[in-house]
């Protein structure tokens, strides 16, 4: 089962559950999203979360900026002018087009089951595609970057281990969800979190949310019913992949060997690896970049990992007190 506080882990098993079914969790492949917020829609919708800001901030598309208490999926709109840094060619941007790539099956042979699916017309008026009448040496390099961002479900989630009401439990399914009716509103968990996911939601006014801690169940009602989440139900070039933890590594190991074998160098995935400093997430991702430039933090680590040293250290610090104290008594007593 290994270490309850760092580690690979199972953590439905760790949590005490006799035989729980497969670890779910997400596999976001950020080469192929849109920036449609289809997801950010149908989590609002289902989970009934409230509005968070219909104003652009100036963050290119984004107007939510990051997750927190009324934005459980945001995605991120990442402009990038430099010249691109994903492709393997020696001169810039190559034409590389990774939603095509989408469409050809991995060559892993358990996903030779999603076949290319050819354009449909849909009868719209047409245009001319920007900068398609400018000659390619004129064009200024220039990319989009889109990830639809999630809380993790940690394998070791600090959110978890420091709530004193126990509003956050561990899932059959190895997520973690924030019980409502429990939350005491102390907001422990929210610097715990190595992600700033998890935060008290401050409106708006009679939201029987407010000043509580939210953020992302997975759609624990939907796994419940044997349903796929919201936002990966809405998906709709899949980017969101929803299934057991298990077989999605699978899937992602084989989509960055597809994309790295057409030369997108930087393809690269995050929070997959069971041994990192959170023991692994149950959501994550297929990048095109490192993961600050998409605001992710580059080696997270759950804060009560140390917990142990710190005790033992503690410890050690109390006894040479007593002892110092005791010292001190004999000597007097000699006197």
Known sequence: ???????PSDPAAAAGYPDPPARKGFFTDTSICIGCKACEVACKEWNAVPEDG?????????????????????????????PARHTSGTSGESGLDVLALA???????AHHTRPATPAVELGMPTMTLPGADTPAEQRAPFRWLMESDVCKHCTHAGCLDVCPTGALFRTEFGTVVVQNDICNGCGYCIPACPYGVIERRDGPPGDPAVGIAQKCTLCYDRLKGDLEPACAKACPTKSIQFGELTEL???AKARVRTLTEAGVADAQLYG???DDGVG????????????????????PVVATKHLPRMWRRAAIAAVTLLAGAAAAFATEGRR
Not at 77 to 82: A, G, H, K, L, T
Not at 103 to 109: K, L, N
Request: without cysteine; negative net charge.
């Open 1 to 7: 089962m290994g270490n309850q506080l760092f580690g």
């Open 103 to 109: 469409g050809q099956p991995d060559q892993h042979p």
């Open 54 to 82: 219909l104003t652009l901030t100036g963050h290119s598309y984004d107007n939510s900026v990051g997750l927190g208490a009324s934005t459980w999926r945001h995605v991120a709109f990442i402009e990038q002018s430099s």
């Open 280 to 299: 692994g997430t149950g959501a994550f991702f297929l990048l095109l970049d490192k993961p600050e430039v998409y605001g992710l933090p580059p080696d």
């Open 249 to 251: 590594r699978e899937r």
């Open 272 to 274: 997959h690896d069971p």
